[in-house]
């Protein structure tokens, strides 16, 4: 298979990128830096220069993979709408495409926030700024629908 991972270089995309490298899989990993693309050549991905908060000059590729992996944050403010950004971007290319990739969205593994006493809201309802949409998603335990893609 073709596997696009968004995040190839963090902590939970590289682990995803050695397994599907390990398994026989075709790899290409979104970076943005010189460092994660020699990074990613080195575990025998093909680098795919772009940014996140970016996805027009990247995301067509989408349209060639069998599967997206999408395991990127922003790690700031922003996160949220870039997220959604490259979600809605991902989900145009792969309604156009001629077999739809599969798609693995890892979103909520950097949702949870810390207190301004340095505390963590985990268990105080740490989700409940979500929209509602991404919530009836997570709660359903089945594939959705994003705009008009398919999304398991």
């Not at 790899?27 to 010189?34: A, E, F, K, P």
């Not at 693995?104 to 950097?110: P, V």
């Not at 963590?120 to 998603?137: E, I, K, M, V, Y």
């Amino acid at each position: 298979m073709k596997v696009l991972v968004l995040g190839a270089t963090g902590l939970i995309g590289t682990a995803v990128t050695k397994e599907l490298l390990r398994a026989g899989h075709e790899v290409m990993g979104l970076c943005r830096s010189d460092w994660s693309a020699r990074r990613l050549e080195h575990l025998g991905a093909t680098p795919l220069p772009g940014d996140l908060r970016d996805p027009g000059p990247w995301a067509g590729v989408a349209s060639d993979s069998d599967g997206i992996i999408q395991a990127a944050a922003t790690f700031e403010e922003d996160m949220g709408p870039v997220d959604r950004h490259v979600l809605t971007a991902l989900a145009q290319v792969a309604e156009a495409a001629e077999t739809r990739p599969r798609f693995i969205y890892t979103g909520g593994c950097w949702l949870g926030d810390q207190r301004q006493d340095g505390g963590s809201s985990f268990g105080q309802n740490a989700l409940s700024h979500l929209d509602p949409g991404c919530a009836q998603r997570r709660h359903s335990g089945r594939s959705a629908t994003l705009h008009g893609a398919a999304v398991a």
